[in-house]
Nanobody, 122 residues
Framework: QVQLVESGGGLVQAGGSLRLSCAAS????????MGWFRQAPGMGREFVAT????????SYADSVKGRFTISRDNAKNTVYLQMNSLKPEDTAVYYC???????????????WGQGTQVTVSS
């Protein structure tokens, strides 16, 4: 069982930056692909970014491409999401997830964190 704990959320003005972290309890962290998803009030869970087990390949939703960067440090069992040029429409609860393969679908992930709130004011 992999436990994931997100941190780094908060309130930021439009145009600002935040860095989310997701720490995993599992020592075999490097055997999991990781993803970030988000969910705004009244909306479904939306794909944001994913990264392969070794970190050599990443993929992003069109809405965040060029502004967000996903990365991982397998020695620290942690995945990151650097978010720049934030917009009010980025406001959501952000979740990290661990799975067998990198995927833009929630079905591709077996373990989920509890989420961290990101609020972008205009």
């Amino acid at each position: 069982q992999v436990q994931l704990v997100e941190s780094g959320g908060g309130l930021v003005q439009a145009g600002g930056s935040l860095r989310l972290s997701c720490a995993a309890s599992e020592r075999t962290f490097s055997s999991y692909a990781m993803g970030w998803f988000r969910q705004a009030p009244g909306m479904g869970r939306e794909f944001v970014a994913t990264i392969t087990r070794g970190g050599g390949w990443t993929s992003y939703a069109d809405s965040v491409k060029g502004r967000f960067t996903i990365s991982r440090d397998n020695a620290k069992n942690t995945v990151y999401l650097q978010m720049n040029s934030l917009k009010p429409e980025d406001t959501a609860v952000y979740y990290c997830a661990a799975g067998r393969t990198s995927s833009s679908s929630t079905d591709g992930y077996d373990y989920w964190g509890q989420g961290t709130q990101v609020t972008v004011s205009s």
